[in-house]
Structures are given as C-alpha cells and as structure tokens.
C-alpha cells in the first residue's frame, strides 16, 4: 500500500529538548515536503526537497532542520524546541515532473505528528 | 510571503445541493493549483488540480474554475453529500517548488 508514515503521532516535550520527526514514503518519490499546521493559518511549508541531498526552505523554516540522506526519509529536526512550535505537522511526498502533469503530481500526505512543547 | 486566501471560511448546504468553494491566490506566476480535503484527524487528501493552462477541470462530481485574470480559483461540488463535511484548502505553486495553501472553508452537509 502506498503510504507516507510519520512518527511519533503524538509528542509532548520541553523547551529545549531537542527531537526528530521521521517520515518515511514507500513510493519512490522524488520530492518530499514537512507542513505545519495551525488553527486559522492553513498550512505552511517549513522545508521541501526535490531529491537525495536537496533541501530548500520553504515559508516557515526558522527552528528547523531537515536532512535527505536516502530518497524515502525526510527527518523534521528540532534543534531546541519552543512553545512556539507546538503545531500539526505534515510530512508529504509526490512524484515531480517540471511542468506537472495534471493529477500526477498529487502530494500524499502522512497523518500528522501532533507535537505539544512545554 | 505568498498568499492563498479564501472568501468563505465556512459553508453549510443541503445534501444534493451543489457547493462551490472560492480561493483568491496572489502570484500571477503559480502554474500548478491543488484542492485539497482533510476531514478530522487525517491529513490533507488531494481531490483535483489543474495547469495554469486550462481554465476547467472535472473529475468525478467536481469541477475547478481557474479565472487566471483575477487570479481566482474555485472548486465547485455536485451533489453535497454528508461525506464532503470536510475542510477544503487551496495550494498553489510554480514550478513545484514552494507550495502555499490558503487557510481553508469549512464544508458543513445538512442532512
């Protein structure tokens, strides 16, 4: 089954403690994405990547660091968390193809890591 | 920063109506549009998208609008059933970089 998978689902930790978000995606995709997401702001990109070893930043990337060291991980690091980092996150991963083909280039989405820092 | 904002933040219809969900984007360059539903507790589900070179698409009982004048994008849907209650967001991207979602409608389906 296709899948991204995420983990923890759930995360309660201290200011400062410093944690990794795994995401994994069985699907060989190329380009893989964290989100978070807070109530009235939808959802912001924090980092992307379109291959192995390709990262950008995207809206949101401050207190934040990613790593693609093999093309089906993407880890979402938090150096030293802060309150103002408890948030929804998404990780997503697609197929990508410049100019995408229409409903090829759909992002699949994991269920979500729910993080709370104190 | 980008923007992807709605007009709507909440929609309530009858089951059989039609719904249409609006979305105003702000980079004139965006090439590629997403709807998007999440129901509670799940992540986004990708439901249709279109090329900025089209202006209508259709799939199975939905429908997407692109006004690239007006840089405006709606997603209509035949047919409300209860299974659309639903939070929809609109994205937006150029070249598959950067992605930007609106904050999104709520969908509510009175039965």
């Known amino acids: 089954e296709a899948q991204v998978t995420q983990n923890p689902r759930y995360l309660i930790t201290v200011t400062g403690k410093k944690l990794t978000v795994t995401c994994s995606q069985n699907m060989n995709h190329e380009y893989m994405s964290w989100y978070r997401q807070d109530p009235g702001l939808g959802l912001r990109q924090i980092y992307y990547s379109m291959n192995v070893e390709v990262t950008d930043k995207g809206d949101v990337p401050e207190g934040y660091k990613v790593s693609r060291k093999e093309k089906r991980n993407f880890p979402l690091i938090l150096e030293s968390p802060s309150p103002n980092q408890t948030s929804l996150y998404f990780c997503?991963?697609?197929?990508?193809?410049?100019?995408?083909?229409?409903?090829?280039?759909?992002?699949?989405f994991g269920p979500g890591t729910r993080l709370l820092v104190l | 920063g980008e923007s992807v904002g709605l007009h709507l933040p909440t929609l309530s219809v009858q089951e059989g109506d039609n719904s249409i969900i609006n979305c105003a984007y702000s980079n004139s360059a965006s090439d590629y549009f997403i709807w998007y539903k999440q129901e509670s507790g799940k992540g986004p589900q990708f439901i249709i998208d279109?090329?900025?070179?089209?202006d209508k698409r259709q799939g199975q009982r939905v429908t997407v609008l692109l006004n690239k004048t007006v840089k405006h994008l709606s997603l209509q849907i035949a047919a409300t059933q209860p299974g659309d209650s639903a939070v929809y967001f609109c994205?937006?991207?150029?070249?598959?970089?950067?992605?930007?979602f609106g904050s999104g409608t709520k969908l509510n389906v009175k039965p």
């Open positions: 994205a937006e991207t150029y070249n598959f970089n950067k992605f930007y």
């Open positions: 997503a991963s697609s197929q990508l193809s410049v100019p995408p083909t229409s409903g090829e280039e759909t992002q699949y």
């Open positions: 279109i090329r900025s070179n089209m």
